[in-house]
């Protein structure tokens, strides 16, 4: 992690998703940084601020199911192949609820890829 990793366009890109998402959760900045840098844990506010993103950008269904070509045409053609990569092997969520599924695929995608993977 660098100036340049996570594209700080994406990030810039992120903020308005990200500031709405954090107000409507609660979910800690430092939970956030934990989980895009650190180590995959379990916060129910960060399960939620995940399914709140994945609702502002438009990509999920109401069961909780992220339609993955609309994510990837989300993201940079630099970053898609490393994205579709990435989830070739997170198509079928778990959980009860639309904030577990939403972490699901989050923490899918993290173990699939540590190094690429980032939460903006």
Not at 8 to 28: N, W
Not at 40 to 52: G, V
């Amino acid at each position: 992690r660098d100036e340049n990793y996570p594209p700080p366009g994406i990030l810039k890109m992120a903020k308005p998703f990200h500031d709405a998402c954090v107000e409507k959760t609660g979910v800690s900045e430092a939970a956030i940084k934990e989980f895009s840098d650190g180590e995959i844990h379990e916060d129910e506010k960060l399960k939620c601020y995940m399914n709140c993103f994945f609702h502002e950008i438009e990509v999920v269904d109401d069961n909780g199911d992220v339609h993955l070509e609309k994510l990837f045409a989300t993201v940079p053609l630099s970053m898609r192949d490393k994205l579709m990569e990435m989830s070739k092997g997170c198509a079928h969520p778990e959980g009860d609820t639309l904030c577990h599924k939403a972490w699901w695929f989050h923490q899918c995608w993290k173990k699939a890829d540590p190094k690429h993977y980032f939460l903006p």
